[in-house]
């Protein structure tokens, strides 16, 4: 049957199944923000939207009078930008997906889009097709490949006109956005959009439901692309593919909608900022906390890397992921295509997430206990029960717990080849 462009038909398209298998991914926010490197990729709207103080004395101090934020464009020059290097590092992150911003609301395009004069990554800066160029990186790895693109461009002409009118006009979604969708789709063909920049317009201004309904009957990835929820002012967590409801959404509890949290390893910016200290970014734990965290509820993982103006994505940015990527080499039995549980977490002395995969449990807990004893209470264990954990041969000794459940003797010392920030116990034969 084919969808019509309507919500209640275009939400009842199921999932494909890819994107909830894959649970981790890296988001890549990369445009002309990362000239200036500075504040955040909003870095042109509290410059110049908000005439915010702090952006104005940055800009008087560093570039000639007069700049405009045209004039980044030519330094976003991509000179060190190697794909098959990025895609490297993705793999070995333990990605199984990226997602590039093709478009941010800047609306500086990074391909060569054919409504985007001489704002976009051929006609100026890189003179590179940087969406096309990662992409055929990624497909060499097996990576699946999602295009960020905003609805909106803050200081379009165009679009300022369209909200002047109330959003009764339509010319910025007719000549700008909508083209430049069904470009990247039959240009890239990529297995997921991300879309953002929804929040001012209602769906009848952006023709979202007449796009999607295209995408999903249509399109040349008809049945493998997946969506978020960003197509209109008021679709988040309620209409779209799956749901992204906020950034960094946390939802706290078990959701019977398919999610995904998206997360920032330098926690003020999305963007490269060329002032980023230590403090202000996620260490390793941290990250593996909110991947558990998230995996358990039933959501998926975007974590985000900025890089600079030049492609290079920062050492401390690629020791993270690299963190991530060792951690999944020995536990990503429990994330990847696993399901949750009938319980998500314990809130026992010490901190166990739960998933499953077929009739094994897995209990992964992200501090080890002082005795080496870890008491889970919520599964039934039976005489067939057997425990192991990831990463270490051989099976462990547990008995029946005095409450509830069991209690498991651990290794006496924490496995050394082991990274310590959180372990997995895989359950066998309990209820």
């Known amino acids: 049957p084919r969808y019509r ?10 999932l494909p199944a ?20 500075w504040g955040s990729e909003w ?7 908000e005439h915010n103080t702090n952006y104005e004395r940055f800009v008087q101090r560093r570039y000639p009078p007069d700049t405009t934020y045209a004039d980044f464009a030519p330094h976003f020059t991509a000179h060190d930008f190697e794909p098959l290097q990025w895609a490297q590092l993705f793999q070995r992150a333990g990605a199984r997906y990226v997602v590039l911003t093709t478009k941010h609301h800047e609306g500086f395009t990074n391909w060569g889009s054919p409504v985007s004069w001489n704002w976009n990554s051929l006609d100026t800066g890189p003179h590179r097709d940087l969406v096309g160029e990662l992409g055929e990186a990624l497909r ?7 295009l960020y693109h905003s609805l909106l461009e803050w200081f379009n002409p165009l679009y300022l006109a369209d909200k002047q009118s109330g959003f009764k006009t339509q010319n910025f979604v007719l000549q700008k956005t909508m083209p430049e969708l069904y470009d990247l789709v039959l240009k890239y063909k990529p ?10 317009a209602p769906e009848s201004y952006w023709n979202s439901t007449s796009f999607l309904a295209w995408l999903y009957n249509d399109s040349p990835v008809k049945d493998t692309v997946v969506v978020n929820d960003r197509w209109c002012n008021n679709c988040s967590c309620h209409h779209g593919g799956y749901y992204n409801c906020a950034d960094k959404y946390k939802p706290g509890t078990l959701i019977a909608h398919k999610w995904e949290m998206c997360s920032s390893i330098d926690k003020l910016s999305w963007g490269y900022r060329s002032n980023m200290i230590v403090a202000e970014l996620m ?10 965290q998230t995996v358990s509820f039933g959501g998926n993982y975007l974590l985000n890397v900025g890089p600079t103006k030049e492609g290079v994505i920062a050492p401390i940015f690629q020791e993270r992921l690299l963190a991530l990527g060792r951690w999944l080499d020995t536990n990503g039995e429990a994330i990847y295509e696993s399901k949750p549980w009938r319980v998500q977490t314990e809130n026992g002395t010490v901190t166990v997430w739960y998933t499953s995969k077929g009739p094994a449990v897995y209990a992964i807990f992200l501090i080890w206990p002082r005795d080496n004893v870890l008491e889970l209470s919520s599964p039934d264990p039976s005489p067939a029960t057997q ?5 270490f041969a051989g099976a462990l000794e547990w008995r029946v717990s005095p409450g509830k459940g069991l209690l498991v003797t651990l290794p006496s010392v924490p496995p050394s080849p082991l990274p310590q920030s959180g372990w997995t116990l895989k359950l066998e034969g309990v209820q």
């Open 5 to 14: 462009p309507d919500w209640a038909s275009l939400d009842a398209r199921p």
């Open 18 to 37: 890819w994107f909830d298998q894959a649970k981790v991914g890296v988001f890549v926010h990369w445009g002309v923000f990362s000239v200036p490197a």
């Open 43 to 49: 870095f042109w709207w509290h410059w110049q939207g």
């Open 140 to 146: 060499k790895s097996n990576i699946y490949y999602g």
């Open 191 to 200: 297995d997921l959009i991300w879309s953002d920049g929804h929040w001012e």
């Open 283 to 292: 260490d390793e734990a941290g990250i593996i906390e909110e991947l558990v």
């Open 387 to 391: 425990v192991t954990m990831l990463g």
